[in-house]
């Protein structure tokens, strides 16, 4: 799948964001601009009357990886189902307490946890008024700035799918389908053996420091591009903020694959 002509560079940040990492090769996060997220609302009426108004919150969200935009109409009622949805998969986990082994499917977890201790604004009596459209507007900025910093809508399920329980792969198709966001970079993930660690490489050819068993202890520190290189995502991050190739054959890099063991 060839990179969309309009995207100018690709900043390839960490893609857990649970995670904590070397200075020099992975810092998880560059700061978030202020405008990754924007909220703003419109108010209509289908009928004359107070009571038949309601208000849209057009929610603007920019991929922290990729920095393609998209906006998102959607409605308090909406959003509450949303999460309600995410709490009950949340839920069904607590219930049978599955051993979560691999380190994909853990991150998940701490990803939904993280999302889910975001403070959600109550339903209201008048859900109308300027304070309580105020309150909600300011709640979901924070709500989906967690949201795609998770960067579950980038997972490629036609590829990971058959790595992660059954649970999350409903986490996965719930959150993308909520988000509909438009078709961009993608990202899968790959479980190497601890003793193969990154087949064919074992330096990072962009700082030239070995893989290490740390690097590759959470998915997305240590990533594979379509062409089959093998980078620190810091390092790479760092060249891809001037063109979205790979360093060595300067392929385009529209997908990529998270290594961890």
């Known amino acids: 799948m060839a990179l969309r002509s309009s995207l100018s560079k690709v900043d390839v940040r960490a893609l857990s964001p649970m995670a904590s990492f070397d200075e020099d090769h992975q810092a998880p996060f560059s700061p978030k601009m202020e405008d990754d997220v ?3 609302t419109t108010t209509s009426a289908t009928e004359a009357g107070y009571l038949a108004k309601h208000t849209a919150y057009n929610v603007r969200l920019r991929c922290p ?3 393609r935009d998209w906006t998102l109409s959607t409605r308090y009622s909406a959003v509450l189902a949303f999460r309600t949805s995410l709490a009950s998969l949340f839920a069904a986990y607590n219930q049978t307490h599955p051993k979560l082994k691999d380190r994909l499917a853990r991150e998940l977890l701490l990803q939904l946890a993280w999302l889910l201790d975001t ?10 008024a300027s304070w309580v459209v105020a309150e909600r507007t300011k709640a979901f900025r924070v709500f989906f700035c ?71 202890s959470v998915p997305g520190v240590v990533v594979k591009t379509r062409c089959s ?17 790979c360093p060595i054959c300067r392929d385009h890099v529209d997908a990529m694959v998270g290594l961890y063991m």
């Open 38 to 40: 924007v909220v703003s």
């Open 65 to 67: 990886v990729t920095k």
């Open 119 to 128: 403070p959600f604004p109550p339903k209201r009596l008048d859900s109308e």
């Open 146 to 216: 967690r949201l795609v910093d998770s960067k579950i809508h980038l997972i490629d399920l036609a590829h990971d799918a058959s790595n992660l329980p059954a649970l999350w792969v409903q986490l996965v198709n719930v959150v993308q389908s909520f988000m509909a966001a438009p078709a961009m970079l993608t990202v899968s993930y790959e479980k190497v053996p601890a003793i193969v660690r990154c087949p064919d490489h074992v330096d990072c050819s962009i700082c030239l420091a070995p893989f290490s068993e740390a690097d590759l």
């Open 229 to 245: 290189h093998v980078f620190h995502q810091g390092c790479l991050a760092k060249w891809m903020q001037s063109q979205p190739s």
